[in-house]
Each structure stands twice: as C-alpha cells, then as structure tokens.
C-alpha cells in the first residue's frame, strides 16, 4: 500500500466510529477485535485515534539509569501515518511521555496506543497528540521497564477475550466508545462496509429529526 493511499485511508476511517467497525467486524466473523473497557483518550483535541499500527514490545526488567537505546532504535522505525503500539508486562510505569512522542510525530506518527501507562499528559495535549492508554504514571520505565522488540505482532489487552493480536499494519480505530482493530487483510472491506453503515446512520438521523419515528426508520433502512 503506498504512502498516499495509506494516508487516504486513514482521512476516511477518521470519519466512522469505532462502533460500526465493530459491527461489520462481528459481520465477517471477527468477534473479538475489540480492547478492554480501560483504554481511553489521555490526550489529543479531536479525542480520536486512527492508524497503522507499529508495534513495540517490552517487559519489566531492572536495569541502569543510563536510558533505553533499544526504546530510542524501536522508534525510529516509525513513519507516516502509523500509530505505536506499546505493549508488555510493566503495570505502574508509563512506557513513554513527552519527549519520545515529539520524535515520533517527528516522523510522521499520528497518535499511540499503550497497553500500560502514560505521562506528561499535559504537554502530548498540548502537542496534540492522540494517546489512548489504559492509566497515567509519574513513574519512568528507565531502571524499570524495558522495550525488547518492535514491528513483531504483539498482544493487547481484549475487551470479549483475554488478549487481541496486532500485528504490524493492523489498523488501529479509537474514539469515545473505545479502541478497536482491524486486521491489515480486512481493512479495505471493513472500511467500505462501515462507511456505508454510517451513511445509513446520518440518514436515520435526519429522517428522526424530521419526524419519522424509529420504527417507521428501520422498515426503510433496516437493522443498525
């Protein structure tokens, strides 16, 4: 997929909520591509999260004071139009904050979604960059937590099922009801078929403004 169609479909996924992804995914048999209920926004104006997923992955493990080369490697990695999936076994520690976000939106990052902690949230906000996580920490992974491979399919915390697999280029949809995902294989079908479900979503809600009532809604437009 090259650059500009990754990048026009992202503008189009931008415009459908996280829900109706998850129904076209429950059509084609993919019932547990939802995350778990505690993801949410920390940070970004337009509260949404849309992209491909770059994944890193970490574990706790002590070490020195001195940094992680092997975080500062893995982010390079990134480029436009991907989000970064951070995952592992680190509950209490952020996995990243300010500084690391700015060099990836450096390189074209759009936003991250961590399996674990946050911080600096006050300052991504600012930036405007989209982080959804499952909690925020003052705590450092420095001497604490540290990234061992990136770009690896990893697994993420699941809403139906224990854990969701990501893979690298998996698509990565978040807004107000959650985080959901979307296997690279089925992101163009997925894609179409929500877009045409939201269609039906706006016409509904014309047709109940002028008047008409559910019932009479659904006999023309059916289930939604």
């Not at 992202?10 to 019932?31: Q, W």
């Not at 491979?149 to 699941?158: L, S, T």
């Not at 163009?188 to 809600?205: C, G, H, M, P, Q």
């Amino acid at each position: 997929m090259s650059q500009t169609i990754r990048a026009a479909v992202r503008a189009r996924f931008l415009k459908i909520d996280t829900s109706n992804v998850a129904d076209v995914l429950d059509e084609i048999g993919l019932l547990h591509q939802g995350l778990a209920a505690d993801f949410r926004s920390f940070s970004g104006k337009s509260g949404k999260l849309a992209g491909f997923a770059y994944t890193i992955r970490g574990q706790s493990t002590p070490y020195g004071m001195g940094g992680d080369a092997e975080k500062m490697a893995a982010c390079q990695g990134v480029s436009a139009d991907e989000i970064s999936v951070w995952s592992g076994d680190g509950d209490g520690t952020c996995y990243f904050g300010e500084l690391i976000a700015l060099g990836l939106k450096e390189r074209g990052c759009v936003g991250a979604l961590a399996d674990g902690g946050v911080r600096d949230i006050a300052w991504l906000d600012q930036h405007d960059f989209p982080v959804f996580a499952r909690y925020r920490s003052p705590v450092q992974s420095i001497g604490r937590w540290k990234v061992n491979a990136c770009q690896i399919p990893v697994f993420i915390r699941g809403a139906t099922s224990k854990h969701v697999e990501v893979s690298p280029g998996d698509f990565i949809l978040a807004d107000a009801d959650g985080a959901i995902v979307i296997p690279a294989a089925h992101i163009d079908a997925v894609l179409e078929r929500a877009e045409a479900l939201t269609t039906n979503e706006i016409k509904i809600r014309h047709e109940l403004a002028n008047g008409m009532t559910l019932g009479e809604a659904l006999k023309i437009y059916g289930h939604v």
